[in-house]
């Protein structure tokens, strides 16, 4: 498992990270209710995933820790393409894997170009062409 830490569920910010279920997502959107007569307060916390895009709405109280990714940003070369696929090799470590190509990157990446690749959880995600 790659490297986490956790935080409350309140102290959480718009465009930072979380870890729900195992999968990383963004924060897009929190909403903090006030304490009730009954019990602690509650964060609303709406979530966009990371690797497929889906969203998520989390209703938690806002004293819960939720898992927040500490996520490695790293530069590969591109050595091959195959349909939505490249393989690419790590700049620092030379190992060499493959990556989904994302829709809106597949008319930049080429062989030979450089990409910047982020390892999130256990799972390594395309985000730009250099």
């Known amino acids: 498992m790659a ?6 569920a309140g ?4 465009g930072r990270y979380v870890i729900f279920d195992g999968v990383a997502y963004v924060v ?3 909403d903090l209710a006030k304490t009730g007569k009954h019990g602690s307060s509650k964060a609303r916390i709406e979530a966009t995933s990371l690797i497929d895009g889906k969203k998520v709405i989390k209703i938690m109280p806002s004293s819960d820790s939720v898992e927040v990714p500490i996520i490695e940003k790293k530069s590969a070369q591109v050595l091959s393409i195959s349909g939505d696929k490249a393989n690419v090799m790590d700049m620092e470590s030379y ?3 493959d990556l989904d190509i994302p829709d809106e990157l597949k008319s930049e990446v080429k062989e030979g170009s450089e990409i ?3 390892i999130i ?3 390594k995600v395309m985000k730009q062409v250099k």
Do not use: A, C, P
């Open 3 to 8: 490297d986490t830490k956790r935080e409350s």
């Open 28 to 30: 897009r959107n929190i």
């Open 116 to 118: 910047l690749y982020w």
């Open 11 to 14: 102290s959480l910010k718009v």
């Open 121 to 123: 959880v256990d799972d």
């Open 95 to 97: 190992e060499t894997f």
